[in-house]
């Protein structure tokens, strides 16, 4: 009878022994689920570094006014009221820069009286 309760231990060990290593949520499946990480961590690295370089410019735009005016120059072409925009000819600008601001730019009109200089 003891040698029946030895045996019967050693089935139950064995079935736990399959259980852990070649089971559903074993160790196999452990190794697969940290290769699956491993990649997705490098695939998410470039994104990680994409928005912490966009966190950092949504800070700056809430707190600084330097930025935003800086944008709006860059981006749309924007003049402030207490400065002056001048044109000059044969220096290349946007054109998109010129429609956004057609209210500030004014090109230099030749009379056809005038000729130029």
């Known amino acids: 009878m003891h040698k029946w309760v030895v045996v019967a231990l050693l ?4 079935l ?5 290593w070649l089971g ?6 452990l190794q697969i689920v940290e290769q699956r990480v491993t990649v997705q961590e490098e695939a998410n690295l470039p994104m990680r570094e994409r928005n912490a370089r966009l966190a950092a410019e949504v800070t700056d735009l809430k707190t600084g006014l330097d930025a935003i005016e ?3 120059r860059s981006d ?3 003049v402030r009221s207490d400065e ?4 000059v000819p044969g220096v290349a600008i946007t054109t998109e820069l010129i429609g956004i601001n057609a ?3 004014v090109q230099p009109r030749l009379d056809r009286e005038q000729s130029p200089p």
């Open 24 to 29: 559903n949520g074993g160790w196999r499946d």
């Open 11 to 14: 089935v139950v060990l064995g």
């Open 84 to 87: 002056q925009f001048f044109w």
């Open 103 to 105: 209210g500030l730019v």
């Open 70 to 72: 800086e944008r709006a």
């Open 76 to 78: 749309m072409g924007m």
């Open 16 to 20: 736990l022994q399959y259980t852990l």
